[in-house]
């Protein structure tokens, strides 16, 4: 430690004012040997406006105005000053190597360490003016000294835990095939339909989460939710293990029937109530479209034949084959009964 803080004297002697850190260490020595105790150090008056760090010191903590109260200092250490405008009083839960007094024109500088820190002293008072022998009227109070100061070791340090991590979590379905259940992946019945599809959000952490954005994308087009199809979903909160769901649809979706599945990919993200913390989560959902098989057959005309008799059918040419046998059929008969002998012939 002497060696340390030998090695910054040193180099602060480049410093202004460091001669007085010289002479202070002098007189502290001939009190210490002259009387065998340390007393109270003389003040040290130093022109203009000098500071813990311009004079050699590592740190410094400025009461500016100098009021009187307790202050903290590093958020577990404090320093308490006792003051009536011009003298003052203090003590600290630290040690001190130095205190600036400024008013007026000047500062007094009174140093503690050398010899040693200090906790504590009164009677410290600004620069006198020399037209009424009184102090000047207290400008600021600075104390100096080498490091931070650190918690004491029977107080355990005081650590403010890490906020609870939050988190969120989609899933997303679709109903292409129209049947009333939502699948991860389904068929359309056929391309170019309208498909429905089934959102639902959980906040899975243990804190409240606000939903902040919810998208939709697929291929060529991207949708914002909570703009319209799921605009009920904006800025509401979840509470740990609480679930909002959104069913939307969106026409001419499914794609052509020799195509690749379409993804549907739906992000949500959330944030914390303080607003200092994001998580975000994705899903998808697939669709494919059916193809159509078979052909459409055109019937032929239906034909009616001689004497009004109507024959339906395939024109396979079978209904030619019947009308020749009718109309030999109707010849034979007519020639039988025309080239037959009267019957009184046929009993002479």
């Not at 000098?50 to 009187?68: A, H, R, T, W």
């Not at 004497?307 to 046998?325: E, H, K, M, Q, R």
Request: hydrophobic content about 30%; proline content about 9%.
């Amino acid at each position: 430690m002497w060696g340390d803080r030998s090695r910054r004297r040193e180099s602060s002697m480049k410093r202004p004012g460091a001669f007085l850190l010289g002479l202070s260490m002098a007189l502290g020595m001939f009190a210490v040997f002259s009387t065998g105790a340390w007393a109270a150090p003389s003040p040290i008056s130093v022109q203009g406006n000098p500071s813990c760090i311009s004079l050699g010191y590592e740190s410094g903590f400025k009461v500016d105005p100098p009021n009187s109260g307790t202050y903290t200092v590093f958020g577990s250490q404090t320093v308490t000053v006792t003051s009536d405008g011009t003298s003052f009083s203090w003590s600290s839960s630290f040690g001190i190597d130095a205190v600036i007094s400024k008013g007026g024109p000047k500062a007094n500088v009174y140093v503690y360490d050398p010899p040693s820190e200090s906790t504590g002293d009164s009677g410290l008072h600004s620069p006198i003016n020399p037209k009424t022998n009184q102090p000047y009227g207290l400008s600021h109070i600075e104390f100096c000294y080498d490091r931070a100061p650190t918690t004491p070791p029977d107080t355990p340090p005081t650590t403010t835990p890490p906020p609870d991590e939050i988190a969120v979590e989609i899933v997303k379905t679709n109903d292409a095939d129209g049947d009333g259940t939502y699948t991860n992946s389904e068929e359309a019945l056929e391309p170019g339909s309208t498909v429905s599809f089934h959102l639902v959000i959980t906040n899975t952490s243990d804190e409240v989460v606000t939903i902040t954005s919810l998208t939709d994308a697929f291929p060529g087009s991207s949708i914002d939710l909570l703009a319209n199809k799921c605009s009920a979903l904006a800025g509401v909160s979840l509470d740990p293990g609480e679930s909002v769901d959104c069913t939307f649809s969106i026409q001419n979706y499914s794609p052509d029937a020799t195509a690749d599945p379409k993804i549907n990919t739906a992000t949500v993200c959330v944030e914390n109530v303080n607003g200092t913390q994001e998580a975000c989560d994705d899903n998808d959902s697939r669709v494919t479209s059916a193809e159509v098989l078979g052909e459409t057959v055109t019937r032929s005309p239906t034909r009616t034949p001689p004497a009004g008799l109507a024959f339906t059918g395939p024109d396979d040419g079978s209904t030619n084959w019947i009308i020749v046998a009718f109309l030999l059929l109707l010849i034979g008969t007519t020639l039988m009964y025309f080239g037959s002998p009267p019957e009184e012939e046929l009993e002479g």
